[in-house]
Antibody
């Protein structure tokens, strides 16, 4: 059974940084592209970033490009999202998602984690 | 870039069939796969349809997806509605730059 468990979300001040993690199990982690998707309180879903199975290619939404960095450690079956220069608009529940493909960046989400909450406020 | 437009809400009675539309604002709907995600209140999303019309294992065949190039839209059809189908449903595709695009979501009420 595929399991995705996010962690690292907390209250952070504007301008601060945070690193989210997603521990994966139940599948061959290195054979799946992975993504982050967020959902602001009471709002819809927003794609944030995708990384290929090898980690060789990444892509970002314009709203986070230059501030967020997606990465993965295939030896630890863990996905990361480094978030810098955070603003109130980044406040959201951040979901980790297993993509359909391995080395293609087309974001098609097959399984989802339960999410971790990031709150940016002073 | 393009937008995906969904009705804000739909409602139908148990046992009936409901269809939720998702219209692409520009470019051909058939260019990139369309997915549908179900999100029950307070829960994480789950995938009910991927690649236009494919059902993940475990998703009942009451759920089906299709695309219509004439209306440039995708549709999610749920037949034999159950109260447990009450949820928000999001369509999703991606653009030429592989950037994910979500519809605004449709609240399905089963009453």
């Amino acid at each position: 059974e595929v399991q995705l468990v996010e962690s690292g979300g907390r209250l952070v001040q504007p301008g601060g940084s945070l690193r989210l993690s997603c521990a994966a199990s139940g599948f061959t982690f290195s054979s799946s592209a992975m993504s982050w998707v967020r959902q602001a309180p009471g709002k819809g879903l927003e794609w944030v970033s995708t990384i290929t199975g090898s980690g060789g290619s990444t892509d970002y939404a314009d709203s986070v490009k230059g501030r967020f960095t997606i990465s993965r450690d295939n030896s630890k079956n863990t996905l990361y999202l480094q978030m810098n220069s955070l603003t109130a608009e980044d406040t959201a529940l951040y979901y980790c998602a297993k993509d359909l493909y391995e080395e293609i960046l087309d974001p098609i989400f097959a399984q989802w984690g339960q999410g971790t909450l990031v709150t940016v406020s002073s | 870039n393009f937008m995906l437009t969904q009705p804000h809400s739909v409602s139908e009675s148990p046992g009936k069939t409901v269809t939720i539309s998702c219209t692409r604002s520009s470019g051909n709907i058939a260019t990139n796969y369309v997915q549908w995600y179900q999100q029950r209140p307070g829960r994480a999303p789950t995938t009910v349809i991927y690649a236009d019309n494919q059902r993940p294992s475990g998703v009942p065949d009451r759920f089906s997806g299709s695309i219509d190039s004439s209306s440039n839209s995708a549709s999610l059809t749920i037949s034999g509605l159950k109260t447990e189908d009450e949820a928000d449903y999001y369509c999703q595709s991606y653009d030429i730059s592989n950037h994910g695009v979500f519809g605004g979501g449709t609240k399905l009420t089963v009453l």
